[in-house]
């Protein structure tokens, strides 16, 4: 951590120490922090597992006891000089002024902050006995499983929707989608499904019928007591379609009766919801079924009258993976045309560090090297740095590889 | 609130009362500040969902996804109507730019959950179940600056709430508590327990641990 500004700051003291002073003991209380400004000071503190003693060397301009200030606790920690040593004296109410002019060396101590509370996170766990080389994807499905077993199925849902939405192509893809479909029919009244006729609920392997949704069979939920008008949800939620009130498909039968006297305006709505049709997209996706995938992703891109955040949010969604679609069906002009599309029309988007590298994936495949090394470039450079960087980083190195 | 009012029009989203805000395990980009209602931060150990901590309004919390992606180490479920505000990790560093403030409080709050956590695991880490117990009545002691300890002390406390601290089951915590509440040592009710001499668990905790560290 590096100093300020401090010259800045007035009532700020400087301090001389002798060689082997005590700048403070472990357990003290007390609100100064301190800056190095010459000479040495070591930390001495004991792990809070074995006991052992641990020593930490103070560099010059770094600060410390910062924690123990900031958190009003005492000292973990003995801090003595070693040599002649002379430290700057920060009472609290400086030091804020002093890191409020300087957001860096927040940042700076924050990474370092959150650094040690992972790790003792970790040892907190070895204690507990949790067992810390899992793998996400999976766990985070068994979260949805316990959730579903215990019947708290508006919870299960949020959990496997979360995996849809982040491994789509992943091992419990197709288990996923099977748990939305049995709680979301499970939701429309109990008995039955409204989804059985001729939707494939227990079974999304089998491909999908666009008329497999009859207008028809949304008859059930006539002696249904009305669902609240769907609220407008937080962006976590985005994909939210199923238990909970406020549901996309309630919302959609509602207004089918709704306009019941117009049939032909009715006919015109979406026949599900769009944030069901994009999860069937995905599930045909991960089941490398792309035309099918492709029909579905451009139902949803057609459909008009975007009931809410939520269903926008599906769209933009949609925008992106149709150029996945694209290309794994080897329609590479339209599969440009669709993430050039999305970029434009979404440039906020999450997905458009992705939507880029994937321009450069078509282009490298077209054996375009040049267009595909410029994309890969700009990807590499986004923030923030995720898997997705690693990947261009990667198709780089080939490309460059295969150029010599 | 230290924050801007206009924030929440940027950044707010609510949540009804057992909406998932977050899982365990699923990709974590964002923090969240409490403006209304109680979040419960869960996390399912053994197959049983254990609460290890209940937040209310000012309390922060999805914090470490500020500075890396990581899988959330437990989920976050709103209790009541919920108003949060929502930050992504991309916009974090705009958002310390434009408010230093907020800087300067997660600052503060992660000096605290360092040392809370640190606490916790020095509780953990003590092997009799007793001495669990007693240790988080000291801990709970130590958050209340003002306690004069050598009179009775109020700990405002529920036995699930000490078995979260203490790592154990409700069942165990609760044989242990009746038993120090038969001897006297401490009164116990539904939501509180007072402990008669807090020093004297001190004592025992503090000379155990030295003998552990020996």
């Known amino acids: ?7 800045q700051s007035t009532s700020i003291v400087t301090r001389r120490y002798k060689h082997g002073s005590v700048v403070y003991f472990e357990n003290d209380k007390s609100e100064y922090i301190y800056v190095l400004k010459g000479g040495r000071v070591m930390l001495t503190s004991r792990k809070v597992d074995t006991g052992e ?3 930490e060397e103070i560099k010059p301009g770094e600060f410390f006891g910062v924690k123990s200030s900031l958190g009003k606790y005492p000292r973990e920690e003995t801090a003595q000089t070693i040599g002649e040593t002379v430290l700057l004296v920060l009472p609290l109410a400086d030091f804020e002024r002093l890191v409020l002019q300087n957001v860096n060396v927040v940042r700076k101590m924050l990474r370092i902050f959150s650094n040690q509370l992972r790790r003792i996170g970790k040892m907190q766990r070895e204690v507990l006995d949790q067992k810390d080389n899992v793998n996400p994807a999976e766990e985070l499905f068994k979260i949805g499983e316990y959730y579903f077993e215990v019947g708290r199925v508006q919870q299960a849902q949020y959990a496997y929707k979360r995996y849809m939405e982040y491994y789509p192509d992943g091992p419990y893809s197709a288990k996923s989608m099977q748990r939305i479909r049995a709680i979301e029919s499970g939701s429309q009244g109990g008995s039955g499904s409204t989804f059985d006729g001729g939707g494939p609920v227990s079974a999304p392997a089998a491909p999908v019928h666009d008329d497999s949704m009859d207008l028809t069979d949304f008859s059930i ?3 249904r007591p009305s669902a609240p008008a769907a609220e407008p ?3 976590m939620s985005d994909f939210d379609m199923g238990m909970d009130a406020g549901s996309g498909v309630a919302g959609e039968i509602d207004d089918f009766f709704g306009s019941s006297s117009a049939p032909a305006a009715a006919a015109e709505q979406p026949k599900q919801d769009i944030a069901e049709i994009f ?3 995905m599930s045909l996706f991960s089941q490398e079924n792309y035309a099918d995938s492709l029909r579905l992703y451009t139902e949803i891109l057609e459909s008009k009258n975007l009931k809410n955040e939520a269903e926008r949010k599906v769209y933009e969604k949609a925008s992106f993976e149709i150029g996945r679609s694209y290309l794994k069906l080897g329609k590479f002009n339209e599969a440009l045309a669709a993430f050039s599309d999305m970029i434009k029309k979404f440039p906020q988007s999450e997905n458009v560090k992705n939507a880029l590298f994937h321009l450069g994936l078509v282009y490298e495949t077209v054996k375009k090297p040049d267009k595909a090394t410029s994309y890969y470039n700009k990807v590499v450079a986004m923030e923030p740095k ?7 980083a990667k198709r780089l190195a080939t490309i460059q590889g295969q150029g010599k | 609130m230290f924050l801007d009012a206009k924030l929440f029009d940027k950044f707010g989203v609510e949540y009804s009362p057992g909406e998932i805000i977050f899982c365990e395990y699923e990709p974590g980009n964002e923090f969240y500040f409490i403006q209304g209602g109680r979040v419960k931060i869960v996390k399912i150990i053994n197959n049983t969902e254990k609460t ?3 937040l209310e309004v000012g309390d922060v919390f999805g914090e470490m996804a500020i500075l890396e992606e990581q899988p959330r180490s437990a989920s976050a479920i709103a209790m009541d109507h919920v108003k949060l505000l929502k930050f992504r990790r991309e ?4 958002l310390l730019q434009g408010n230093p403030q907020l800087a300067y409080k997660l600052l503060i709050i992660f000096s605290k959950r360092i040392y809370d956590a640190k606490r916790r695991l020095m509780i953990l880490l003590l092997e009799e179940p007793q001495l669990k117990v007693m240790d988080v009545m000291c801990m709970l002691s130590e958050q209340d600056p003002h306690l004069d300890l050598q009179e009775a002390v109020t700990l405002k406390a529920t036995m699930q709430e000490v078995a979260n601290w203490a790592g154990m089951q409700v069942g165990d915590v609760q044989k242990i508590l009746t038993h120090m509440n038969q001897l006297g040592k401490i009164e116990l009710f539904t939501d509180k327990i007072i402990v008669k001499n807090l020093r004297d668990f001190q004592r025992v905790v503090n000379s155990r641990r030295k003998n552990m560290m020996s």
């Open chain 1, 1 to 7: 951590m590096s100093n300020g500004p401090i010259s």
């Open chain 1, 53 to 55: 003693e641990v020593k």
């Open chain 1, 221 to 223: 939920d006539e002696e």
């Open chain 1, 233 to 235: 949800r937080g962006p």
């Open chain 1, 279 to 281: 999860y069937e997209a």
């Open chain 1, 386 to 392: 995720d898997g997705v960087n690693k990947l261009a």
């Open chain 2, 52 to 54: 290890l901590d209940i």
């Open chain 2, 91 to 94: 916009n974090f560093d705009a």
